[in-house]
């Protein structure tokens, strides 16, 4: 699955544990409500400015897992808040994010309360101190290790916004897919990026 490819460059995706309200009202979405056109309309937001804070849309991918995409990146991705990604996370959690920028495309993981890391899709790259078993995990797809320079068997063979969508995979166990894109969303507005 090719993220690019779908949205174009700017997006962000976030994958957290417990239910879309839950996940939303995390990432400071008031009010969430349903709709049909999520995409559209935050194509529309996009193109046309409106508005304070962004859109976040939300949707169960998997049994206990929420993803949440927002398209506004102005004002920095709330998927990718310290804070937020933090918060999602406590109590054992673990939550990832990715986001593409027209200068990067990077993959933030966060578990316990803590943000580990991050990995740089480009090159394959982590950093951070130490992402445990999910480094372990990483590395066995072909993310280099410390001291690697380059990725290596499944990573190497994908374009940048793929291996982002296999670094997701490999950390929380969910695999994004084309279908999870189409029909209605729960979607609100958050100020936390601003």
């Keep these: 699955m090719d993220l ?10 976030t994958l957290a544990p417990g239910d879309v309200s839950e996940v939303l009202e995390g990432m400071g979405a008031v009010a969430a409500v349903e709709m049909c056109e999520g995409l559209e309309r935050a194509t529309e937001r996009l193109v046309s400015g409106a508005g304070p804070g962004v859109l976040l849309l939300g949707r ?15 004002t920095g991705w709330v998927g990718m808040g310290t804070s937020v990604m933090a918060a999602l996370s406590r109590g054992g959690r673990i939550v990832v994010s990715a986001c593409e920028d027209p200068n990067q495309l ?12 991050w990995v740089d899709a480009v090159t394959g790259r982590r950093f951070g101190e130490d992402f445990g078993p999910v480094g372990q995990t990483l590395t066995a797809v072909g993310f280099p290790a410390a001291g690697v320079d380059e990725p290596s068997g499944e990573a190497a063979a994908l374009e940048p916004s793929e291996r ?17 894109f189409e029909g209605p969303w729960l979607g609100g507005i958050s100020t936390l990026g601003v």
């Design 164 to 180: 982002a969508v296999l670094a997701m995979r490999e950390v929380v166990g969910v695999e994004i897919e084309e279908a999870f």
């Design 106 to 117: 990077i993959v933030q993981v966060a578990r316990n309360g803590m943000v580990l890391g």
């Design 60 to 74: 169960e991918v998997s049994v206990g897992w929420t993803m949440v995409v927002e398209l506004e990146g102005t």
């Design 4 to 13: 690019t490819e779908v949205f174009g460059e700017g997006w962000c995706v």
